[in-house]
């Protein structure tokens, strides 16, 4: 059975007596307690509801990647489709969960060919790794023999088509000239991306894909 406590007694001159002062005193630390534990919960709970702020990518703008441009806010990538080396439809969707190199290129583009073999290597480096190069010519039809020429010639890359520059057309903003290379996150979204060509199995490229692979 609960009891019921007395209110706090005061002494002849009307002021709170010494019990009373006690009862006064554990009210105040009592409430100063309850506001502490309140705000506790409520940084917590802001913690777990605020977006965490996007990685910041500039400290790989250097050396090889100096003309990389970061995107401020990730943008979501083209959803225009374009085939693989048998001719079957796919689409960037395809590869979300990957961090993805997509690269723009074309038979006819010396800078691209230039770049061609780091980008092969950059994907051998990842071979185990939720990552891939999507290399995607630009080519027209007539040129598909020497487009697969190549690529055959920077194993272990992979063949793209995309003759009608649905995926290239797509782009927000479109891309001013090839070599084109985006950088894609594992939640499919655009980070950066740079205009012409780079070497790609550089320091500072291979930093940038370890640190979008180890992004929560």
Same mark, same amino acid.
């Given at each position: $059975?609960?009891?019921?406590?007395? *209110?706090?007694?005061?002494?002849? #001159?009307?002021? *709170? ?7 006064? $005193? ?6 100063? $307690?309850?506001?502490? !534990? ?12 605020? +977006? ?5 990518? #500039? ?11 970061? =995107? ?9 489709? %374009? ?6 439809? =796919?689409?960037?969707?395809? %590869?979300?969960?990957? @961090?993805? =190199?997509? #690269? ?11 770049? $061609?073999?780091?980008? /092969? ?8 790794? *939720? %990552?891939? !190069? @999507?290399? @995607?010519? @630009? ?12 690529? /055959?010639?920077? +194993? ?12 290239? %057309? ?38 940038? !894909? ?7």
């Amino acid at each position: $059975m609960s009891t019921i406590q007395n *209110p706090p007694t005061e002494d002849g #001159n009307g002021k *709170p007596s010494g019990a009373g002062k006690r009862s006064l $005193m554990s009210l105040a630390i009592g409430t100063l $307690m309850l506001i502490g !534990v309140a705000y506790i919960l409520y940084v917590i709970l802001s913690a777990s509801i605020k +977006p965490k702020a996007a990685l910041d990518l #500039n400290e790989f703008k250097v050396g090889a990647l100096a003309k990389l441009q970061i =995107v401020a806010e990730p943008r979501p990538v083209p959803t225009a489709g %374009f085939k693989d080396a048998d001719g079957k439809p =796919v689409t960037l969707a395809d %590869f979300k969960g990957q @961090v993805v =190199v997509l #690269n723009l290129w074309a038979t006819w583009c010396g800078p691209c060919k230039e770049e $061609m073999p780091t980008l /092969a290597k950059l994907q051998a480096a990842y071979a185990a790794s *939720p %990552f891939k !190069v @999507v290399a @995607v010519s @630009v080519d027209s039809i007539d040129y598909d023999d020497l487009a697969r020429s190549d690529i /055959a010639k920077t +194993p272990p890359l992979a063949l793209y088509r995309d003759a009608k520059y649905a995926l290239a %057309f797509g782009l927000t903003p479109r891309p001013a000239g090839l070599p084109t290379t985006l950088i894609i996150d594992r939640k499919g979204m655009e980070r950066a991306r740079l205009e012409g060509g780079a070497d790609w199995s550089s320091p500072q490229a291979r930093g940038l !894909v370890e640190a979008l692979l180890a992004e929560k």
